[in-house]
């Protein structure tokens, strides 16, 4: 959608620079036109964002403004100087002056250009689903990131069934390396719609960007972005450095995951908030947890998350099943032994699925050595061929992981199924697993 309006406002740029050639060429004719032009772009992006099916307006309020502007400039000086006779307008100028606008609203709609008009998936489920949020503070850990006395915060995102009847399996969500807790929103959706209560979790330093209990933002930290592509690179530093890294990550993450997870048990025993949830919402949280099941617990997450969501099922007794979006199973690792990592040989107390877009012997011994385990590697995908990044922002996910050779909708579309099976299996006790076929 970016390209066409783009490839229309040029062509009206294009049309005022012949007519000034061919028919109007005096200033006062081509100030009018021009004014012209200008309405009949910003009546254009008035109309466009009117219109329901047009999602993510924010990517076109950039080039609105511009033109806006450039209209009341151009109708105030064609008001001001229309009875003058002021002679011809110079060509080159009338060029020029295209050229420019042309570049203007090109870069103007770059958020246009860069993101699609992706509104979800559609959800196979019959529920409606309703979204509600808190801030956690943890007053038992301070956050790592800001030293003492500052307590860790986790903004907690709560996927439900609305006006349903029953209780649902609860299903917690650790988003990627400087990711968002809406990474994934298409499979929260969809297993809410199904009949699941989803906690998606922003880890604060870790995310992109969230916001604390004072409402200020928090951006992912500086030092954790050079960790990351450190380790991520592998150069210049020792696998007895990449331990002690990453582990340090996961167990941060597993924590966060495990006092959200305790506090919603103990909101569900209680019947109340207690003095950790900040919310404007009090009352729809605890409807949300009273619909919640806590003896049926599931886990899963993408890349970092994947790897906190896996060491997350080996600390707690209470999951009953985990899914790992492309993530390593780093909390596995519990040592360096010959210039190699070494993996948990203790069997994985939980049902575990690993759907990756490469092999890895690290992952493969710890799913072979599960209850009940499986590692599916999806051919062609890249690494955020596993989020909605793929649908959101096509150009920005083959940035940040190569190229993706999926059709990406369907690749996802599939993706989601595959954990909508393996929770009702594992979860609900329903159905059947399938043969994964991604």
């Known amino acids: 959608m970016g390209l066409t309006l783009f490839i229309i406002l040029a062509l009206a740029e294009i049309a005022l620079v012949v007519l000034t050639f061919t028919r109007f060429g005096e200033k006062a004719a081509w100030r009018k036109n021009r004014a012209a032009v200008r309405l009949g772009e910003m009546v254009l992006l008035l109309a466009m964002l009117l219109i329901p099916a047009v999602h993510m307006k924010w990517r076109f309020f950039g080039v609105l403004m511009v033109v806006s502007v450039r209209f009341i400039f151009a109708g105030i000086m064609w008001l001001v100087k229309r009875k003058k006779d002021d002679g011809m307008k110079k060509k080159g100028w009338s060029v020029v002056n295209c050229v420019f606008s042309i570049i203007l609203i090109c870069t103007m709609l770059t958020p246009a250009f860069i993101f699609t008009n992706y509104n979800g998936l559609p959800v196979s489920g019959e529920y409606e689903v309703k979204e509600v949020s808190a801030i956690l503070v943890d007053g038992s850990r301070s956050d790592p990131f800001e030293g003492e006395g500052t307590?860790?915060?986790?903004?907690?995102?709560?996927?439900?069934?609305?006006?349903?009847?029953?209780?649902?399996?609860?299903?917690?969500?650790?988003?990627?390396?400087?990711?968002?807790?809406?990474?994934?929103?298409?499979?929260?959706?969809?297993?809410?719609?199904?009949?699941?209560v989803v906690v998606s979790l922003d880890h604060p330093h870790h995310s992109f960007f969230t916001k604390k209990t004072d409402g200020s933002v928090v951006t992912v930290d500086s030092e954790f972005i050079d960790e990351a592509f450190t380790v991520g690179a592998g150069d210049d530093i020792s696998y007895e450095e990449i331990y002690e890294i990453t582990k340090d990550w996961t167990s941060l993450r597993a924590d966060d995951e495990s006092f959200v997870l305790d506090s919603i048990k103990n909101a569900?025993?209680?019947?109340?908030?207690?003095?950790?949830?900040?919310?404007?919402?009090?009352?729809?949280?605890?409807?949300?947890?009273?619909?919640?099941?806590?003896?049926?617990?599931?886990?899963?997450?993408?890349?970092?998350?994947?790897?906190?969501?896996?060491?997350?099922?080996?600390?707690?007794?209470?999951?009953?099943?985990?899914?790992?979006?492309?993530?390593?199973?780093?909390?596995?690792?519990?040592g360096v032994k010959d210039g190699e990592f070494v993996g948990d040989t203790t069997p994985y107390p939980v049902p575990v699925l690993v759907l990756g877009h490469s092999d890895d012997d690290l992952t493969e011994e710890m799913v072979k050595n599960a209850k009940d385990g499986k590692f599916y590697i999806c051919e062609g995908a890249n690494h955020m061929d596993f989020t909605d990044l793929s649908l959101l922002s096509p150009f920005i996910s083959n940035m940040l992981s190569g190229e993706s050779k999926v059709d990406n909708e369907k690749f996802l579309h599939d993706v989601n199924d595959t954990i909508l099976n393996w929770f009702d299996y594992y979860l609900k006790n329903e159905g059947t697993l399938k043969e994964i076929n991604i």
Do not use: C
């Not at 609305?162 to 969809?190: K, V």
């Not at 404007?280 to 997450?301: C, H, P, R, S, Y």
């Not at 790897?307 to 979006?325: K, Y």
């Open 268 to 334: 569900k025993k209680s019947g109340e908030l207690n003095d950790a949830w900040h919310t404007e919402d009090t009352a729809i949280i605890l409807d949300v947890i009273e619909m919640t099941n806590t003896d049926k617990i599931g886990a899963f997450g993408h890349s970092l998350g994947g790897a906190s969501s896996v060491e997350l099922g080996r600390e707690r007794d209470d999951i009953g099943a985990v899914v790992d979006l492309d993530g390593t199973v780093l909390g596995e690792v519990t």
């Open 151 to 196: 307590k860790r915060e986790v903004p907690a995102h709560f996927y439900y069934p609305e006006n349903a009847e029953g209780t649902f399996p609860l299903i917690i969500f650790s988003h990627g390396a400087f990711g968002y807790y809406q990474s994934n929103t298409s499979t929260f959706m969809d297993l809410a719609s199904n009949g699941y």
